[in-house]
């Protein structure tokens, strides 16, 4: 697709319940993102993709949540055993390392209620 | 480490009126700089960005930014105002240089709203 695509667009669960959000980034970026943007909070990193490089994991806030990117495009974040702490939107970004504009392209979120 | 503070969480304007939007960053190292854009239920686009070349930077529908070192600041400003600017607009910055692993630290982020 021509954006970064990202499903589902909105996902009630109950709490303790595990999700998995899913990001599709745009074609030939090698690097991805995942933020959490929570009401009155701006955008929470979570976790970095960069090619073939280890994850930069330093955002995620707790182990249950794991993410990965297979084969360097699709990536998946998880959440395990969702608590109500969990509910915000999920939002993931991608972009050209080649590039020298520094733009983070993002998806439209995937907004998540933990009942 | 970085950080940025956009004080405030609601700004409201008149149409036709001047659009002042601030932010002030902390950066242990030269900054790069951003605004960001998000409009209701979309995802968040670039404004603009600075990145050391000209301190004032202009970007899309006629936002401009100027990056000032002794105030460590970065506000984005707009002279008229159009009702298609409600929006909420994100302060964001990097301390690497764009393309080099860019996680950028996004500040809590302003609502913009325009009376008609």
């Known amino acids: 697709g021509a954006g970064v695509s990202q499903s589902p667009s909105n996902k009630v669960t109950e709490k303790g319940k595990d999700v998995e959000l899913r990001c599709d980034p745009i074609s030939g970026h090698t690097a991805l993102y995942w933020y959490r943007q929570s009401l009155g909070q701006g955008l929470e990193f979570l976790i970095y993709?960069?090619?073939?490089?280890?994850?930069?994991k330093s955002g995620l806030p707790s182990d249950r949540f794991s993410a990965e990117r297979t084969g360097g495009s699709v990536s998946t974040l998880t959440i395990q055993r969702t608590q109500q702490e969990d509910s915000a939107v999920y939002l993931c970004a991608s972009s050209s390392s080649g590039s020298n504009t520094g733009e983070l392209f993002f998806g439209e979120g995937s907004r998540l209620t933990v009942l | 480490a970085q950080s940025v503070t956009q004080l405030g969480s609601h700004v409201s304007v008149s149409e036709g009126a001047l659009v002042l939007l601030r932010c002030n960053y902390s950066?242990?190292?030269?900054?790069?700089l951003f605004w960001y854009v998000q409009y209701p239920n979309q995802g968040l686009q670039l404004l603009l960005k600075?990145?050391?070349?000209?301190?004032l930077v202009k970007g899309i529908n006629g936002f401009e930014a100027e990056f000032k070192k002794s105030e460590t600041s970065f506000h984005l400003t707009k002279p008229s105002a159009h009702m298609s600017d409600a929006a909420e607009y994100f302060c964001a910055v990097s301390d690497k240089r764009p393309g080099a692993n860019s996680k950028l630290t996004f500040g809590k982020g302003i609502t913009l709203s325009v009376r008609p």
């Open positions: 600075y990145t050391s070349a000209a301190t």
């Open positions: 950066s242990s190292v030269p900054p790069y």
């Open positions: 993709f960069q090619g073939n490089s280890a994850p930069d």
